[in-house]
């Protein structure tokens, strides 16, 4: 519920009072709902740029192949959200999602800070698999939200999303431990 402010004069006082608005939580539910759907679009549509040059700054292949894999199936989610938008009888619109911000600006740190190779490759997939757990809590919490508010359709459109997002993820737990293990050879001809 939101809080109005209400000011009156009580004598020669003036004096303030909060007074609550008679929307229902279902319709701030759904607001909430909206401004998150809004967030996350903003965040994939900046993450296949992020992917891109994730994908380019990768030294492995299998990994080059992972963030190319994924860039193909961001776009696709988009599309998804888009139908999301329109099963709400709404326009695709997005708002600048500060986590994914940040999370972006993570991982073009990590092709900053290291050299080309394994450990480079490493400190990538740690900023990928950032990203990966914070869509999939993001779009677990979508889905919830969805089903309390009735709309089936969307809510199965974003355990769709989440489900692929924690593949990717599953996916790039496998190439760390190759990964991982090729860095730590690395570090052990340097020394």
Known sequence: MKTKTQTRTNGS???KSATRSSKSSKETLEDIFEGTLKD????????????????KAAYNEELKDAFDTHLEET??????LEKCFELLGKKAVAKKCEAMEGLIKEGE??????????????????????VEHYEISAY???RTMANVLGMTQCAEILEEIKDE????DV??????DKINNLACEVDEEEV
């Open 13 to 15: 006082h003036t004096v």
């Open 40 to 55: 996350i679009y903003w965040a994939e549509k900046h993450l296949t740029k992020a992917l891109a040059k994730m994908s």
């Open 75 to 80: 776009e696709r989610q988009i599309g998804k």
């Open 109 to 130: 740190e990590q092709i900053e800070e290291h050299d080309e190779g394994h450990p480079r490759d490493a400190a990538l997939i740690g900023a990928a698999q950032k």
């Open 140 to 142: 677990g919490t979508l």
């Open 165 to 168: 997002e924690a593949v990717t």
């Open 171 to 176: 996916k790039l737990s496998e190439l760390a």
